[in-house]
């Protein structure tokens, strides 16, 4: 069966976190039931069993893809082995990307040697397997610029991910998009304060842009305050299409192709949203 409505998809969610360990299969529902046309659950690693466990997640829902990698802020508890065996997992035909990695100094859970020594680690395991990585920065600009700019220096295959959960200004985006790099988008975007990133996205080129949850944190307006979930991500489309001035459909239409072929996506999915 078609669906008529814009088919969105969710470059950025958490499936796997406790939050939807009550209801994770009614939430998966009611992102098709939105009309999503994928969900990719991005794995933070703080061991490799819940890294196993967003993979076996992926697996059991057929438009359900997944990340592998370890959030800065548990860098400092990798085991040397742990990079094999995360690469291991990377080339699991479910797995799309990884990370999420990068550089988080506001709460500094890791040093900053450790969370650097991670990013370039998993910056190098990205080319090698052949996925797109998913980038965290968190009051570490500077620093993640350096690290991407000295990874791309280094030559072999082009860098190729995302800026999830961007918050930046202009400056950063630009430089971000100059190392070949898209910007993603949540529920902040939509937030009645967020006017300076709404117009950072007016000058973002629209082939470049990936929509996202990053749930179940972030949840957009009019929900803000509670649980996210994928679903929701048609709110943060909606705010997008409103703020470029341009029609939902095209919106969701392009940032979605986006998606698919930043992480190499079944073409397919773009064709029906139902369930």
Known sequence: MTNSRPILIDSHAHLDAKAFESDRRQVVERAWDAGLGAVITVGVGETLAELEGAVALADEYE?????????????????????????????????????????????????????????????????????????????????????????????????????????????????VLDLGLHISFTGVITFPKAEPLREVLKKIPIEKVLLETDCPYLSPVPFRGKRNEPARVVHVAETVAETLGRPIDEIARTTSENVVRLFRLPGGLLETASP
């Open 63 to 175: 438009r359900v893809f997944c990340t592998v990698g370890v959030h800065p802020h548990d860098a400092r508890g990798i085991q040397p082995e742990w990079f094999g065996r995360i690469e291991g997992l990377a080339r699991h035909p479910k797995v799309v990307g990884i990370g999420e990695t990068g550089l988080d100094y506001h709460y500094m859970h890791s040093p900053k040697g450790v969370q650097r020594d991670a990013f370039e680690r998993f910056l190098r395991m990205g080319r090698e397997v052949g996925l797109p990585v998913v980038i965290h920065t968190r009051e570490a600009d500077e620093d993640t610029i350096s690290v991407l700019r000295e990874a791309r220096e280094e030559g072999g295959a082009p860098l190729s991910g995302v800026v999830h959960c961007f918050s930046g200004d202009y400056p950063l985006a630009k430089r």
